[in-house]
């Protein structure tokens, strides 16, 4: 019966989709179907969180990578607006012999996979027990408070970043706000 | 100059305009129950003025004869320059209209060509509903614009008080034309 | 009946509610803006010109099925599904009473955020590939607007899931037995409805097809039934939105027993259509940098208040 495999189905046909997508993302000319595959592929590693019991995990693939770094990239590339011309570039700048030291580097991380996989001590079982969202916020502010808390520094500190960059010089002003300033 | 805003300052704000958005909307609510302003129209006619403009016709004089004399003072008036006409003159010495054209999806009702008319011939009617299939259909020739009638102006017959010598009958011979005046007498 | 089929009947009846409830709110939102507005609206097919929605979809399938020589293709073409099918997958999580539902999922509510957040793709890539100067700069305004209400729209629910202590809608909304959430967190309502407005982009925040600035925003090029998905998807967002602030702040199908579950949460679902048409008939749309200013500089801290405020009254 084909529902007895249904798991297996989903789960390996993700994996097919991701791999699938992310070379296509790779070679691809055009900035924004590349960032299309890209998108796909990570949609399909939220599928196969998912299934390896990762829900929470699963829902942030799609709601923070998918939802709103991916949207930055395609925002910035419509900005640009590059079009034809650049995906000509590319096109130039992607010879077939840039191909070999990539493909190289891949296949070493492959074949360790598949030796990791198929060897007599898998690398983790899969599946077993689901991780609910409670599991993790417990987590996260029990063993790894720590971690959490450098990461807030860290997102302080972009903030403040972002805000001295936003913040109006004075260098910058008009000159009827220098006056202003002038005048007090 | 820019000013401080307190934090007072900025909760009246706050306040201000979430309460002038909560008055438009309980105010817009509020026709819910008012009567709706349109006039359905094909089943409710508009009043229209008694003066209202419409659709151009020519008329006739009380006699049955074209009025229009083809003087052009009704195409060089137009604003829309939607009239077309060619004067030509019979035997009897009348002028009329060889062609008189009028391209109704030009034209805006202005009612210019009526005032500048000097025998009463081209006239302004009530009807407004010129739908057509065909952009073509719009043009309307003399015979689609002839009506009748004398319109406006039932009374009214350019040529009977004109002056013009017209089907045999000499000048001043129109039921309202004085004799002409001799020139060349010195008779009071 | 077997599960199965049970399910299968959910799943399908359900589908085909959902269009054919947000075709006939094309129809609705007419009538009531024209009501609001001193006219009759559409009035001539049909009764009470409910027809108007067969004349108007009859008109669209008619239409030439246009993709400009200029657009990249394939995406122009899935942009439209992609809109259609983001709105009504988010309704499959969402519980309409007991029995009445797709899935029940645990994550019910990030599934949730999580497609309302994809969403933005398709109006990103549909004005990314119609190649139209106002379409860019609807795709762009897009872009900013929902991916910044999105934060607060997240952080106005943690109000509600701290209270119920799930993300599981159904368990959310029997938490509700003793009372709604509407008391203890009306400015997580309060910034989940604006929220939800500016996520299915309807006036007063429609800046990515301002038709006074932008002739269509992102879908300028579009015409014929892809027009239609964008149409439709809209309206379904609209119901989305309605039937998740049911759940989530009116208590769902909760409500005295005269009345069937299902139809106090239609009832309810249909008061915040009705409030949420009322709002686009009489608020003004704001300029852009007010709306970017209204989320970031009002909305945010009013969120993060509110989570502050709750956080501390659970905790007490």
């Known amino acids: 019966m084909i529902w007895a495999y249904l798991y297996n189905i989903v789960f390996y046909a993700s994996c097919g989709v991701t791999v699938l997508a992310t070379i296509l993302m790779i070679s691809r000319h055009n900035a924004v179907h590349a960032l299309l595959y890209l998108i796909i592929s990570s949609l399909s ?3 196969i969180f998912y299934l390896l019991g990762a829900a929470f995990a699963a829902a942030l693939e799609v709601i923070v990578y998918a939802g709103a770094v991916m949207i930055l990239f395609v925002f910035v590339v419509m900005m640009l607006n590059q079009g034809q011309r650049s995906a000509a570039h590319e096109a130039a700048w992607l010879p077939a012999r840039g191909w070999i030291l990539p493909s190289v580097l891949a296949a070493i991380l492959l074949s360790l996979l598949l030796i990791g996989m198929y060897s007599d001590q898998p690398l983790q079982p899969y599946g077993v027990h689901g991780v609910a969202v409670k599991d993790v916020g417990i987590a996260l502010f029990g063993p790894y408070v720590l971690v959490v808390e450098l990461s807030s520094f860290l997102l302080l500190s972009g903030l403040i970043g972002a805000f001295h960059i936003a913040r109006k010089m004075p260098s910058h002003m008009s000159s009827n706000e220098l006056e202003e300033v002038d005048h007090g | 100059m820019k000013q401080k805003t307190g934090l007072g300052q900025y909760i009246y704000i706050v306040w201000d305009y979430f309460y002038s958005n909560i008055v438009t909307l309980v105010k817009v609510a509020s026709h819910t129950f008012t009567k709706a302003d349109t006039v359905e129209y094909p089943e409710q006619m508009p009043y229209l003025a008694p003066r209202f403009r419409g659709r151009i016709v020519l008329t006739r004089d009380p006699t049955g004869e074209e009025r229009c004399v083809a003087c052009n003072l009704c195409a060089s008036a137009c604003p829309t320059d939607c009239i077309s006409l060619q004067k030509t003159e019979d035997e009897s010495g009348r002028w009329s209209a ?4 009028i391209n109704f999806s030009r034209c805006v009702f202005c009612g210019m060509c009526e005032e500048a008319c000097p025998t009463y011939a081209i006239q302004l009617t009530q009807d407004f509903e010129l739908a057509e299939y065909e952009r073509q259909n719009m043009v309307y020739e003399k015979q689609h614009l002839l009506i009748d009638g004398p319109g406006k102006h039932p009374d009214y017959n350019f040529y009977e008080l004109s002056g013009k010598a017209v089907s045999g009958r000499a000048k001043g011979a129109g039921t309202q034309e004085a004799e002409p005046v001799n020139l060349k007498s010195l008779l009071p | 009946m077997s599960p199965v089929m049970y399910n299968l009947l959910n799943v399908v009846l359900i589908l085909v509610c959902v269009v054919f409830g947000a075709a006939l709110l094309t129809w609705l939102e007419r ?21 108007q929605i067969v004349a108007d979809m009859i008109k669209l399938l008619m239409k030439q099925d246009w993709v400009p020589p200029f657009a990249d293709r394939l995406i122009f073409i899935v942009a439209p599904a992609f809109a259609m099918f983001v709105v009504v997958a988010a309704f499959a999580v969402i519980p309409m009473a007991p029995g009445v539902g797709v899935v029940d999922l645990n994550i019910g509510l990030l599934f949730f955020l999580a497609m309302t957040s994809l969403g933005v793709y398709a109006v990103m890539f549909g004005a990314y590939a119609s190649d139209n100067k106002y379409a860019m700069l609807g795709g762009l305004r897009a872009a900013a607007q929902m991916v910044s209400y999105e934060v607060f729209m997240g952080l106005s629910l943690m109000g509600v899931v701290m209270l119920a202590g799930t993300f599981n809608l159904r368990e959310l909304v029997l938490a509700q037995a003793d009372g709604w959430f509407i008391g203890p967190q009306i400015v997580g309502f309060f910034i989940f409805f604006m929220a939800g407005i500016a996520e299915s982009h309807r006036t007063p925040f429609d800046l990515p097809e301002a038709e006074h600035e932008l002739t269509a925003g992102f879908h300028t090029e579009y015409s014929g039934m892809k027009f239609a998905m964008f ?3 809209e309206y379904v967002s609209v119901l989305m939105s309605a039937a998740m602030i049911t759940v989530l702040f009116f208590g769902g199908w909760l409500g005295p027993a005269w009345f069937p579950p299902l139809g106090w949460f239609l009832l309810k679902t249909m008061a915040l259509v ?17 709306l970017m200013s209204f989320g970031w500089k009002f909305m945010l801290p009013l969120a993060l208040v509110n989570l502050l405020i709750t956080g501390a009254l659970i905790l007490i």
Not at chain 3, 34 to 48: A, E
Not at chain 3, 274 to 290: A, E, K, N, V
């Open chain 3, 31 to 51: 009538r009531l803006l024209g009501i609001w507005q001193d006219r009759y609206g559409p009035n001539r097919v049909g009764p009470f010109g409910t027809l």
């Open chain 3, 231 to 233: 149409f439709i998807g």
């Open chain 2, 98 to 101: 060889e062609y008189f054209r």
């Open chain 1, 45 to 47: 590693l939220a599928i």
């Open chain 3, 274 to 290: 009705l409030l949420m048409i009322l709002i686009r008939g009489s608020l003004p749309r704001p300029r852009y940098d007010q």
